[in-house]
């Protein structure tokens, strides 16, 4: 959530798409919840990114 965030702040300088963290951040845990979102391979990627 927090490299979100980050990543968002410089990809749009001036003007922020994620306009309420908290809220994001909820509906982010419902999905994953819901299990639409994998949170193990989301973990993974964020490794690999990070790797590079």
């Known amino acids: 959530m ?3 965030c980050h990543v968002d702040l410089f990809q749009h300088v001036g003007a922020q798409a994620i ?7 909820r509906a982010y845990i419902r999905m994953i919840a819901e299990r639409r979102v994998d949170l193990v391979e989301e ?6 990114r990070r790797s590079h």
């Open 43 to 48: 973990i993974a990627a964020m490794k690999r």
């Open 2 to 4: 927090a490299a979100l």
């Open 19 to 25: 306009k309420n963290p908290g809220g994001y951040f």
